[in-house]
Each structure stands twice: as C-alpha cells, then as structure tokens.
C-alpha cells in the first residue's frame, strides 16, 4: 500500500494565483483531513471529509476549499494565494468505526507564496 | 471533543526512559488515546493507542490510568531518533473533527 499520497511536495506561488494540493489515499479510510503547519507551530485543522461528497470546515477554512467525490480523493484548492498562506500542508487519513484506527498522514506539501 | 494537557517539552538523556504524560480528564468511556510524534520537518507518525489496559509495541508503551483520566507514553530507552514533538489525542468513531493540540517537545541528549 501506498498511504497517503500528497503532491506536489514543494511548491513557490505568487500572490494572486491559485492552485489544488492533491491528497489520494489508497485505504478505504472515510474520514479524511487537511492540516496547515506554520513553522515552530502546531497543526491547524482547516478541511475535514467524513465520507464522498461530504465536507466541513475546520479551524482555519479561509481562502481553502475542498471536494471529496470519490473515496480515495481530497483535494484543497487556495484560490487567490496569500503570504499567510506559507506553510506546510498535511493531509491525513483514517478508518474510524471504533476510534481505534490509525490515522496516517502523507509526506506533506510546502508551499511558499512571495 | 475531549481536551489534553501536555507539557510543552521534556529532556532525557540517551539511553534513558521516557515518561511523558497527558491529562485527558474530560475523556468519554468510548474514547481511545492515540499517540502520534512529529519528527522534525516529517509528517505525524502513529506510535500507540489503547483503551483501558496498558498497551506495549515494538515502539513504545501506553499506561492508562484507572480513572482514564490521564496517560503517560513511556519510550523505554530513548535514542536519539526519539526526539521528536508527541501528541496525544482520544478518538472516538463520533468525532469527526481531529484537533492537536501543542504536544510536547522531547529533546534527547546523546
């Protein structure tokens, strides 16, 4: 199994543009999430996923959305990047019948935007 | 969503235990504690969970409390590679959300 599979893993934006980080996990997990990890900081929840075609929002949702059509798929899309949106992005994944799943993340996305 | 309480950092020496604990006291009968640790510039990594009764991996082992009110991660003889930020967090199949909270920072001195 491959995980949790993020890309690209670096990335330099301008101010203004706009791109999707793509999440895939090969699991069968229906919970999946997007974190933002500023440096020296803790992980923000910004999008959560608890099944196909179901998304809500977490902590820090502004200038963030997501979709989820398929199970394995999670992609965030930043329209109109921000410096404040400099950071490294997770994503993360997990089977929860029971809370004894384990959560796995992927590798993570750094973006910069100048 | 239950709340924890970590200290913001603990030091060890190299080949030494560890205990880093966490309080949880507002934790549900259904909730599992989750440990996960963030090596430096790494994604989160999973390292243990349990419920009621200690639990022990080839990583680590988890001491539940009686109450369940807190739990203490023990890494019986740290290394180096062990420095890393540690997170406990309950999970539950009714939580939806996932939050972290700071965790504590291990620093481990050869």
């Known amino acids: 199994n491959a995980g949790v599979t993020q890309t690209p893993k670096f990335r330099i934006l301008k101010i203004g543009q706009s791109m999707t980080l793509q999440c895939t996990q090969d699991m069968n997990h229906n919970y999946m999430y997007w974190y933002r990890q500023d440096p020296g900081m803790g992980l923000k929840l910004i999008y959560y996923?608890?099944?196909?075609?179901?998304?809500d929002k977490g902590e820090v949702p502004n200038g963030y959305n997501v979709s989820r059509s398929t199970t394995e798929d999670f992609p965030l899309r930043l329209e109109l990047a921000a410096p404040s949106q400099t950071s490294v992005y997770f994503c993360a994944s997990v089977w929860t019948e029971s809370g004894a799943g384990e959560l796995f993340f992927g590798e993570g996305s750094r973006l910069t935007v100048l | 969503d239950a709340k924890t309480t970590q200290p913001n950092s603990m030091e060890s020496n190299e080949e030494e235990p560890v205990h880093l604990p966490c309080n949880h006291s507002t934790i549900s009968g259904t909730d599992y504690i989750h440990w996960y640790r963030q090596l430096p510039s790494q994604g989160p990594e999973y390292v243990i969970h349990?419920?009621?009764s200690n639990v022990n991996n080839r990583m680590a082992s988890l001491a539940i409390a009686e109450d369940r009110k807190s739990s203490t991660l023990i890494l019986h003889r740290a290394t180096l590679r062990d420095a890393a930020v540690y997170y406990c967090i309950p999970m539950n199949s009714g939580y939806s959300t996932l939050t972290f909270g700071k965790g504590t920072m291990l620093l481990v001195s050869p």
């Open positions: 349990g419920l009621t």
């Open positions: 996923s608890v099944g196909a075609g179901i998304t």
